[in-house]
Nanobody, 121 residues
Framework: QVQLVESGGGLVQAGGSLRLSCTASGLTFIWSAMAWFRQAPGKEREFVASISRSGSSTSYADSVKGRFTISRDNAKNTVYLQMNSLKSEDTAVYYC??????????????WGQGTQVTVSS
């Protein structure tokens, strides 16, 4: 059974940084692309970043490009999202996902429980 568990969320001031982690169990992690999505109250779940199964290719939403960095450590079954220069608009529940590489939630079969990121101004 595949499970994804996020951690690292919290409250941070605008301009600050957070590092999210997602640890996966099961074989899906090593064979799949990984991604981060986020969902703010009243909004649809939106793509944030993705990384290929090898870690050689990454993709970012325009809103976070240059501020966020996705990476993965397959030996630790973990994907990370380093978030710098955080803005209040980044406030959301952040979810990690495993599946096909892409920018839509439907391309990802497995999801974590989510971790809250709140950026205060």
């Amino acid at each position: 059974q595949v499970q994804l568990v996020e951690s690292g969320g919290g409250l941070v001031q605008a301009g600050g940084s957070l590092r999210l982690s997602c640890t996966a169990s099961g074989l899906t992690f090593i064979w799949s692309a990984m991604a981060w999505f986020r969902q703010a109250p009243g909004k649809e779940r939106e793509f944030v970043a993705s990384i290929s199964r090898s870690g050689s290719s990454t993709s970012y939403a325009d809103s976070v490009k240059g501020r966020f960095t996705i990476s993965r450590d397959n030996a630790k079954n973990t994907v990370y999202l380093q978030m710098n220069s955080l803005k209040s608009e980044d406030t959301a529940v952040y979810y990690c996902a495993s599946g096909l590489s892409g920018r839509t939630p439907g391309q990802y079969a497995y999801w974590g429980q989510g971790t809250q990121v709140t950026v205060s101004s």
